[in-house]
């Protein structure tokens, strides 16, 4: 089945201490992207990346970093989350044209406490 | 302006009425448009896209994309209250650009 898994689905952790939150597509897609999604702010942006090795911030990097180092896996760290940082996760991917919308995973609801 | 706007709604359609959905972008070289659909703490699940002018037909959900006028829009026909969810426009740029989103109720 064609998907994007996120893991984990929900995390509860303390201001400061570095976690990190899995992406993995099976679709072959080369652009994949976070997103956070606030109640009343819609869908921002974090990263994106356009291909292995390819990445790039979107509106709102801050605080997060990504890496892509093999083309189905783009995962989203934070090195030292702050309780602002408390989000409803979403990684994307699609392919090179985009001609067919993202694909989402199922989110990972984060609480920074 | 913002490059996809949508009213944030909420938009409040009894049961087994049509919900109009408008989404309007700012980029007169947008090719094609999607629609997806969000319930309250899942991921969003597109619905729809198109691409030419005029009006596409999936089921109960009809996509109409007016270029000139830079409008796309969803019809919910006999709107039912699993169609209850926010809707999101989205518009693909050098990146998807995503709309706010309308929240849909569907009342009993």
């Known amino acids: 089945e064609a998907q994007v898994t996120q893991n984990p689905r929900y995390l509860i952790t303390v201001t400061g201490k570095k976690l990190t939150v899995t992406c993995s597509q099976n679709m072959n897609h080369e652009y994949m992207s976070w997103y956070r999604q606030d109640p009343g702010l819609g869908l921002r942006q974090i990263y994106y990346s356009m291909n292995v090795e390819v990445t790039d911030k979107g509106d709102v990097p801050e605080g997060y970093k990504v890496s892509r180092k093999e083309k189905r896996n783009f995962p989203l760290i934070l090195e030292s989350p702050s309780p602002n940082q408390t989000s409803l996760y979403f990684c994307a991917s699609t392919s090179s044209t985009g001609s067919y919308g993202y694909t989402f995973g199922s989110g990972t609801r984060l609480t920074v406490v | 302006q913002k490059e996809v706007e949508q009213n944030s709604g909420p938009l409040s359609v009894p049961e087994g009425a049509i919900a109009s959905l408008n989404c309007t972008y700012s980029?007169?070289?947008?090719?094609?448009f999607f629609w997806y659909r969000q319930y309250s703490g899942k991921s969003p699940e597109l619905i729809m896209f198109i691409y030419s002018n005029g009006d596409k037909e999936d089921g109960r959900f009809t996509a109409q994309l007016n270029k000139a006028s830079q409008y796309v829009s969803l019809l919910i026909r006999d709107s039912q209250p699993s169609d209850s969810a926010t809707y999101l426009c989205a518009v693909p740029a050098s990146k998807i650009i995503f709309g706010s989103g309308t929240r849909l109720s569907i009342r009993p």
């Open positions: 980029d007169r070289g947008s090719q094609s």
